[in-house]
C-alpha cells in the first residue's frame, strides 16, 4: 500500500509544532558535539527565515520545535534548508556522501493556549520520555531558558495546569 503524504497549509502568524525523525530511526545525533551542530543549524536557519521560535528538544534520532510563522511559505522552505545543511554537515563530519538523513516533517497547528502549553510540555518532557537524562540536566533543549527567563515556579505550575502524564515513561513499582 502506497503511503500518503497529505498536504502541508500554513497561515502566516500561526504557531505550528513540528518533528521529524531521522531515517529508520537512526541514532545519526548520538554525540554532543553533533546535537550542538544541529542546534547551531536550527539557529541559523530560524534567524535567516524570520521564524520565530518557542521551544526545541533535539535528540539523536529526532526533533521537536514549535515556532510561529511570520510568512506561510516559509515552513517548507525553513525546513528544506535546517535538514539540507544539517544532512551536508553531519555527512562531511562522518565522511560520507549522499546518505540521507531526514525523513518528511509532520506539523500541527498550534489551536490554542492549551494546545500550546501541552506542546510545550511536550517538548520539554521529551527527554525523559526517551530515557535519556531528567528535563534540567538536557542541554539540548529550551528547558533552561526558560528556568531563566520564567523560573521555577512558573514552570511547575506549567506542568501542573498541562500534565502530560501520558507521555511519561512507566516505572513498575
Avoid at 545519526?28 to 541559523?44: N, T
Avoid at 520564567?150 to 506549567?158: F, L, T
Amino acid at each position: 500500500m502506497k503511503e500518503y503524504f497529505p498536504p502541508h497549509i500554513y497561515q502566516s502568524n500561526t504557531t505550528y509544532f513540528i518533528s521529524s525523525h531521522t531515517c529508520d530511526n537512526m541514532d545519526f545525533f548520538d554525540a554532543d558535539m553533533k546535537k550542538q551542530l544541529l542546534l547551531d543549524v536550527l539557529f541559523e536557519k530560524i534567524k535567516l527565515f524570520s521564524l520565530a521560535l518557542f521551544a526545541w528538544v533535539v535528540l539523536s534520532n529526532h526533533y521537536h520545535l514549535l515556532l510561529m510563522l511570520t510568512n506561510e511559505f516559509n515552513l517548507p522552505k525553513f525546513v528544506k534548508h535546517f535538514h539540507g545543511k544539517s544532512s551536508l554537515l553531519l555527512n562531511k563530519l562522518n565522511r560520507q556522501t549522499n546518505r540521507k538523513i531526514w525523513v518528511n516533517y509532520w506539523d500541527r497547528c498550534i489551536r490554542s493556549e492549551k494546545d500550546f502549553y501541552l506542546r510545550l510540555n511536550y517538548i520539554h518532557h521529551n527527554p525523559v520520555k526517551h530515557g535519556v537524562s531528567l528535563t534540567m540536566n538536557y542541554p539540548y533543549s529550551s528547558y533552561k531558558i526558560y528556568i531563566e527567563r520564567y523560573g521555577q515556579e512558573w514552570i511547575d505550575d506549567c506542568f501542573l495546569q498541562y500534565p502530560i502524564r501520558d507521555f511519561t515513561l512507566e516505572h513498575p513499582d
